[in-house]
Nanobody, 129 residues
Framework: QLVESGGGSVQAGGSLRLSCRTT????????VGWFRQAPGKEREGVSC????????VYADSVKDRFAISRDNAENTVDLQVDLLKPEDTAVYYC????????????????????????WGQGTQVTVSS
């Protein structure tokens, strides 16, 4: 089970810190991705971090504004979202795939949602202009 937190409503240019946590498992053993879905649009990959050597990937639309990281002490994968724009408004989901799965064993991560098998319920991010 994955649980996201940290969403909210901010003005353009603002920041939020989204967290993805799980209970019972160690997230360090999982490749974790952050995805988002805006109303009327398809879900898109935003960022991911691999389980093995911490490879990170960002979508072009968020590069230099978002930062993904692991907090092993808190057992979370966080997404720092800065310089928010109205077009960042969406429900943000985290997803995970374990090292026992092919896509979780790779040294890199992907932004394809089919590569992940466990999903959270999402957290809403709303950015006003």
């Amino acid at each position: 089970q994955l649980v996201e937190s940290g969403g909210g409503s901010v003005q353009a240019g603002g920041s939020l810190r989204l967290s993805c946590r799980t209970t019972g498992d160690t997230l360090d053993d999982y490749t974790v991705g952050w995805f988002r879905q805006a109303p009327g649009k398809e879900r898109e990959g935003v960022s991911c971090i691999s389980s093995s050597d911490g490879d990170v990937v960002y979508a072009d639309s968020v590069k230099d504004r978002f930062a993904i990281s692991r907090d092993n002490a808190e057992n979370t994968v966080d997404l720092q979202v800065d310089l928010l724009k109205p077009e960042d408004t969406a429900v943000y989901y985290c997803a995970a795939v374990g090292r026992g799965d092919y896509y979780g064993s790779l040294h890199y991560c992907s932004l394809l949602d089919d590569d992940y098998h466990t999903w959270g319920q999402g957290t809403q991010v709303t950015v006003s202009s």
